[in-house]
């Protein structure tokens, strides 16, 4: 669907909310999303408390704006704020998934070659355990066959851990299918969800992931030091992480050193204080969001995205995208044989854009327009 007959979009009201649009075209919302005017707020409400108060704030505002935080998570991808626990990044999300399993009789991990280095990276430095990893491949580089994943699935499979969307390509995987994937072979499903949760509905429920993970840092404008790990409810209370912090204690403020008590919920998964102005700033990110609604920045952003490649090919670029709308997310890569001096020519033009290998990486979001988009691809086609 192209949006060149219907300008603007339901969308550009946010525009403003925006700066870094009064004088850049932004267009990297995949590596990290843009500031808003909301999250400036929240974390100079933060500032002002702490100069005020200081840690006097913590009990009756700073707690009660982690549940709220917790909630504002919950709330994205279809779970109660018991089942969030968080995080300042994926990396430790994963972490203490990857230390909350038992390998003795299930010592196989499963991931793929399309998802991004922590994933694989947690269980290749526990390969000297007796860690067995399986990294399946992509025939296309685009995506991976639920059908090859199904394969290297075994009884001896403790975990499958992969993404909702590939940061390779943009393709979106099913995440019910992998869940059954996993759950047939009495696996458990760990879901990156850093390039899905904010850009794509996502309800954890019905797919019946049993973790999933997210964070700020993208397209829940929240910046960076900010994540979430979801875990399954009746999972949860199961498992005993062996890496954890205070905030992991079912009375933190305690400081009992001799018991750790757990929560029954997700938040037996946390670590330690989190960042709070990196929370505030989610704060603002996430009430955008949730005014807006899911499912319409989806379709901005899908249509956005369609007339990306439409344009890109009518230009002479051929997108490496997946088959389908319905599988293709708001990334979108433009093989390109200098796609770093690329980035810088765009750069130079005040288009903000991204290289990974081979590729120009660009992602319109909801606060996008087509010109954006168009201009740099009009750019790109240039050569």
């Not at 005017?37 to 702490?50: A, F, H, K």
């Not at 875990?231 to 204690?249: C, D, I, K, N, S």
């Not at 590729?359 to 327009?369: D, G, K, Q």
Request: charged content about 20%; overall charge negative.
């Amino acid at each position: 669907m192209s949006l060149a007959a219907a300008l603007p979009h339901p969308l550009v009201r946010y525009r403003d909310q925006f700066p870094v649009f009064g004088h850049t075209i932004y267009l990297n919302s995949c590596s990290l999303g843009a500031l808003s005017q909301r999250s400036r707020s929240r974390v100079n409400e933060y500032l002002d408390l702490w100069e005020r108060r200081g840690a006097s704030a913590w009990y009756d505002t700073w707690l009660p704006a982690l549940e709220e935080l917790r909630a504002g998570y919950g709330r994205v991808i279809g779970a109660e704020a018991s089942d969030v626990s968080l995080h300042p990044s994926i990396s430790s999300a994963l972490s203490v998934v990857a230390e909350s399993l038992d390998y003795s009789r299930r010592p196989r991990v499963v991931t793929t070659r399309l998802d991004f280095p922590t994933v694989p990276y947690q269980w290749l430095a526990k390969v000297n355990e007796g860690i067995e990893l399986i990294l399946v491949d992509s025939p296309d580089g685009v995506h991976v066959p639920l059908e090859a994943i199904e394969r290297a699935v075994d009884d001896r499979t403790a975990l499958v851990a992969t993404s909702h969307v590939f940061f390779t390509s943009g393709a979106i995987q099913d995440l019910g299918a992998l869940a059954a994937i996993a759950h047939r072979k009495g696996a458990l499903l760990f879901v990156d969800g850093y390039h899905g949760a904010g850009q794509l509905p996502v309800d954890v429920a019905a797919s019946d992931v049993d973790f999933y993970a997210s964070g700020g840092l993208k397209w829940l404008i929240g910046g960076s030091g900010i994540a979430f790990l979801y875990v399954r409810r009746a999972l949860a209370q199961h498992l005993e992480p062996r890496v954890t912090g205070w905030f992991a204690h079912a009375e933190p403020f305690r400081f009992d050193p001799g018991k750790l008590e757990r929560p029954a919920d997700a938040r037996r998964f946390d670590m330690g204080t989190p960042s709070m102005a990196s929370a505030y700033a989610q704060l603002g990110g996430l009430e955008i969001l949730e005014e807006i609604g899911i499912p319409a920045i989806r379709a901005v952003a899908q249509s956005l995205t369609e007339d990306l490649i439409l344009t890109a090919r009518s230009r002479g670029l051929n997108p490496r995208v997946a088959a389908t709308p319905d599988t293709r997310s708001a990334i979108v890569m433009l093989p390109r044989s200098d796609p770093h001096g690329d980035v810088r020519r765009l750069a130079d033009a005040g288009i903000v854009a991204d290289a990974r290998p081979g590729h120009v990486r660009l992602s319109p979001y909801f606060y996008n327009l087509p010109d954006d988009h168009r201009a740099a691809v009009e750019l790109l086609a240039r050569d």
